[in-house]
């Protein structure tokens, strides 16, 4: 091994080194004690040659000995830079020189190979730090995506949500239309079969007083009777179905003017005297408040109105009585007309649609083409007044109730008058 050979040729200079000193001194002339002057001098020539052995051991070993701890210490703090040998490194260098040089130049080897792995594995650290960066911003912006995506989808759902809530709304509407239609229908259908029913008995009563007169089994004043009884009938259904025309046409028109409400009420009893057959058999019987008003009206019309509610009235109370009473409410500026029979009732079944269109509920040897309720409830309100009509509690028979705003008070000398 070369750092043997090294230590040895140390110790064979050192040993040439001793040799020489001690000739030397051996062979000078010694003045005074011979034999402690001989050992004094090999002393020194001993202890010279030790040192001079001592310093080429640690040229040889102890120095690069040190410079390998040091650098040893400086790669465990992390400090790759130390360097402990700063000459070229080549394989002849080497191949050339002792053990502890080429420990040395091993250690530098190494050090500069953890400096290359040590940049590699930073290099390939940041590498992946980039990635992994850039990984994430891809990942943020995706989950900012998604949560636009989710937040249009939850918005599209609340609108899918409302129109879901619309569609139910629709459809409802739509099952409550079919269900009014339908029953419109069959109402439309109930009075073609009763226009047709109350067109064909007047004419074919016509016929037959016109048939019986011509065979001479009646006289021409009963034919005369029966004929002009009918043919009012079918006037009044004509009426009715004009009416009825113009009031969805909106052409039903009105002459407003101011009207005493108990001078309306006298002379609607007056006709309905008229109006009322002598088989009916019917009583009417007027109660008139004191404090006397005026409503703002078409007198013609609310005759109408009035006549088609007393007429109702009738078919239901036969040989029964007819009440018409006024009262004026000043706390809340209405007046109202009711009218009350004694009779029957009025059909739990069609209360609640009683002023639609044909609506009707009569015996079977009575007439009536349901639409007069009706025309009255639009002529009603065309004076921004109210109507009602209800059962009578515990008692019998029905009440119309017409309530009308208060036009003006009347005055004693119109009283007067």
């Known amino acids: 091994m070369k750092i043997v050979s090294k230590i040895l040729v140390s110790f064979f ?3 040439i080194v001793l040799g020489g000193a001690a000739a030397y001194y051996l062979l000078s002339p ?6 402690m002057l001989l050992f004094q001098k090999v002393i020194i020539i001993f202890a010279s040659a030790m040192g001079v ?4 051991l640690a040229a ?9 701890g040091k650098g040893a210490e400086q790669i465990t703090k992390g400090n790759f830079a130390f360097q402990i040998y700063d000459a070229a490194l080549t394989k002849g260098k080497f191949k050339n020189t002792d053990e502890l040089s080429q420990l040395i130049m091993a250690f530098e080897v190494m050090r500069k190979r953890m400096i290359e792995l040590d940049n590699n594995l930073s290099q390939r650290i940041r590498t992946k730090t980039f990635d992994l960066q850039r990984v994430n911003d891809e990942l943020i912006e995706k989950e900012k995506i998604l949560q636009q995506a989710n937040a249009k989808l939850v918005n599209q759902s609340e609108d899918l949500k409302k129109i ?6 629709r459809n409802k509407e739509l099952s409550a239309a079919n269900a009014k239609l339908r029953k419109l229908d069959a109402m439309k ?3 073609i079969m009763i226009a047709a029913h109350e067109l064909r008995t007047p004419i074919q009563l016509i016929l037959g007083s016109v048939q019986l007169a011509e065979k001479g089994l009646i006289n021409s004043d009963q034919a005369w009777k029966t004929i002009s009884s009918e043919v009012k009938k079918l006037a009044e259904m004509a009426t009715y179905l004009l009416d009825v025309g113009k009031i969805e046409s909106g052409t039903f028109t009105y002459d407003m003017k101011p009207l005493d409400v108990s001078q309306l009420v006298e002379e609607l009893v007056s006709s309905s005297t008229k109006f009322c057959s002598q088989d009916d058999l019917i009583t009417i019987d007027i109660d008139l408040d004191d404090d006397r ?3 703002l009206g078409d007198e013609h019309r609310l005759m109408q109105a009035f006549l088609n509610i007393i007429n109702n009235a009738v078919k239901f ?10 009262h004026t409410d000043r706390d809340n500026g209405l007046v109202e007309v009711k009218v009350t029979d004694d009779g029957t009732g009025i059909p739990e079944e069609i209360l609640p649609i009683l002023f639609s269109k044909f609506v009707t509920k009569t015996n079977e040897n009575e007439r009536g083409t349901g639409l007069g309720l009706f025309i009255t409830k639009s002529i009603v309100e065309a004076h921004k007044a109210t109507i009602k009509a209800m059962n009578n509690k515990n008692a019998k028979g029905a009440t119309f109730t017409v309530s009308f705003p208060i036009y003006e008070r009347v005055s004693p000398v119109t009283m007067i008058e």
Do not use: W, Y
């Open 30 to 35: 010694v003045q005074g004690a011979p034999h």
């Open 317 to 326: 109370a036969k040989n029964g009585t007819i009440s018409i009473r006024t």
């Open 60 to 68: 040889i070993i102890l120095h690069p000995l040190k410079k390998l």
């Open 53 to 56: 052995l001592g310093i080429l």
């Open 189 to 191: 259908t109930d009075f």
């Open 293 to 295: 008003v005026k409503i």
């Open 13 to 15: 200079v050192t040993f």
């Open 164 to 169: 879901n809530e619309e569609l139910a709304a």
